[in-house]
C-alpha cells in the first residue's frame, strides 16, 4: 500500500492546508523570479509541516520541472560545486522552466563541510532559475551570507486543527471510520508535525480500517516507553 504521506501529497497550492500564507508568497518568488532581488528562496520552520511539499505543489501547479538534491548529498566545496554548476547550466527538458531545490541545508555542519555554504552563495549569484533551500532552522551564524542572500519565507508550525483537516480528508478517500476525538488527539500528538500524523494514521487504522480514541492513548504510551 502507497505511504499516506506520498498518495495524499498536495498536487497545488489550494491543497496546502495551514500554509496559504507562506505558500504565496513562495509562488510569488517563482513566477517573478527575474524581478526578485535574491537569488533563492530560503523556506524554513518545524519539521512535517510542508515546506517540502509545497515545492512540489507549486511545481506542479505552475508546470515547472524540479531539480532536487538533499543537502546531506552534498557534503563539500567540490560536490556542491559540481551539483550547483550542473544544475544552473541544465536546460529542462523540452525547455520548461525549472526550479532548483536543496532540501535541508541545515543538515550541512562541521569541518567536513566546510566550503558548502560559500560554494551555494557564490553560485547563486549567476543563476537564471529559482532556487528553493528548505531548512528547519537556518538560524546559526553560519548561514549569515546565505539569509542575506534570500528571501525568507516562514513556514509556521501547524495548529492541531489544521492537522485534523488533513486526516479527515483521507479518511473520507480511505474509507477509514475514525471517532472524532480520535482524531482529535492524534493531532494534538503530532504537535505540529503533519507527516508523523499521517503516518500514525496509516499504521493505526491498516487493520480494521477505523481509528479509536483508545489507538491513541496506546500509541502515546508506547511512545513514552521508546524515549
Known sequence: ????TLKYAPQNSAQLIGQSLPAAQLKDFILNYKKQKQKAALVYGPIGNG???????LANELKYDILEINSSEVRNEANMSSFLNSALGQQSLFFTPKIILIDEIDNISGTHDRGCIPALTKALEKSCFPVILTANDPFDSKFSALRKCSKMIEYGKLDYKSIVQILQHICTKENIVAEEKALNALSRQADGDARSALIDLQVLSAAENKLLYSDITSLSDRKCTQT
Open 1 to 4: 500500500m502507497p505511504l499516506f
Open 51 to 57: 515546506k517540502t511539499s509545497s515545492v512540489y505543489a
